[in-house]
């Protein structure tokens, strides 16, 4: 069972409309403050010209520094930025406490391999979703909003290959700082922590709470045609944190699932293994079954852990 324990009045089940706006505007100004505030400190951080950052920020990607200029922009911007705009909803706003000291009492490490397992099943199955997902046609009458949609998600996957095509060792432990700490530690805590258990209060349903912040999750990211499978990775997080009634869980989780990729990435970079981050051409369909299977299990057996009094799951 999540834990958010919280007495305000905004936090209130009939107060979510007006819970979920201040939600919005929050997280919206924080994001942008942060981001212009990484935006200030490129050129003296990473002696960028002015011209080169505005040419940069257009998608102009040969400039020197360039990429670890952006991650520094997309760790600050974005992963500490979810991380800051939930502190914010919580301490100031809602005053709500996700006792931490339980979180913490509640996290095995017979627990972890488990996790460790439905990720990587989660990663064979996402395979399918990744593969019916990019190959989803939309009716004549939306032909303009597809349109759109592909221009859209081109500029984000040419973003995406930008910052992940790691040349040397500082640039990829950056790229795990970034994509894989700060992200997995920001977007959980404000998606599973604070969204997720406020979902489950509005709509009384655990189930209908995972699956929306998922939603929600995936949509932000604004890449629409890897929108279900991102879906299906927040569904897992959600889960493990039902399930555990632990935070530390889909928080490592979402870091091993990011670290992993971006260690993929890097490795195909350098030769070593055949991996293309945009690959959508086939599936294998009895890969993509025992993943499922694998990551059947897992929840399964995760569910199965009891969580005692003291908090320890066994």
């Known amino acids: 069972m999540e834990i958010y324990e919280t007495h305000s009045e905004i936090a209130e089940r009939k107060s979510w409309l007006l819970s979920l706006i201040v939600i919005v505007l929050v997280t919206f100004g924080v994001l942008v403050l942060l981001q212009g505030v990484a935006f200030a400190f490129v050129p003296l951080l990473f002696d960028i010209p002015i011209d080169d950052l505005l040419g940069l920020i257009n998608g102009n990607f040969d400039v020197p520094n360039g990429r670890m200029a952006m991650l520094f922009v997309q760790g600050l911007g974005s992963g500490i930025g979810f991380?800051?705009?939930?502190?914010?909803?919580?301490?100031?706003?809602?005053?709500?406490?996700?006792?931490?000291?339980?979180?913490?009492?509640?996290?095995q490490w017979k627990g972890f391999a488990v996790v460790i397992a439905i990720i990587f099943g989660g990663m064979l199955f996402n395979s399918f979703l990744v593969y019916f997902n990019s190959n989803l046609v939309l009716p004549d009458s939306m032909s303009e909003?597809?349109?759109?949609?592909?221009?859209?998600?081109?500029?984000?996957?040419?973003?995406?290959?930008?910052?992940?095509d790691f040349?040397?060792?500082?640039?990829?432990?950056?790229?795990?700082?970034?994509?894989?700490?700060?992200?997995?530690i920001g977007e959980e805590i404000f998606f599973r922590g604070l969204i997720q258990a406020k979902m489950h209060r509005y709509l009384n349903s655990?189930?209908?709470?995972?699956?929306?912040?998922?939603i929600i999750f995936?949509?932000?990211?604004?890449?629409?045609?890897?929108?279900?499978p991102r879906v299906f990775l927040g569904a897992i997080f959600g889960y493990l944190y039902l399930f555990t009634g632990s935070l530390i869980y889909p928080i490592l989780a979402h870091i091993f699932n990011n670290s992993f990729t971006v260690i993929?990435?890097?490795?195909?970079?350098?030769?070593?293994?055949?991996?293309?981050?945009?690959?959508?051409?086939?599936?294998?369909?009895?890969?993509?079954?025992?993943?499922?299977l694998v990551l059947i299990a897992g929840i399964y057996y995760l569910k199965k852990m009891k969580i005692s009094e003291d908090g320890q799951l066994g």
């Open 83 to 107: 991380w800051v705009a939930a502190w914010i909803i919580m301490r100031y706003i809602e005053k709500a406490d996700l006792h931490w000291d339980v979180q913490i009492s509640r996290f």
């Open 145 to 164: 909003i597809e349109a759109w949609m592909k221009a859209t998600e081109d500029q984000l996957m040419e973003l995406t290959k930008f910052l992940t």
């Open 167 to 184: 040349q040397t060792i500082p640039e990829l432990l950056t790229g795990v700082l970034v994509i894989g700490i700060f992200a997995g």
């Open 206 to 214: 655990s189930h209908w709470g995972i699956w929306l912040t998922a």
């Open 218 to 228: 995936s949509a932000i990211h604004l890449q629409f045609y890897g929108f279900l």
């Open 264 to 292: 993929l990435v890097y490795m195909a970079n350098q030769g070593m293994i055949d991996f293309d981050l945009e690959s959508t051409d086939d599936v294998s369909y009895s890969a993509a079954l025992l993943g499922l």
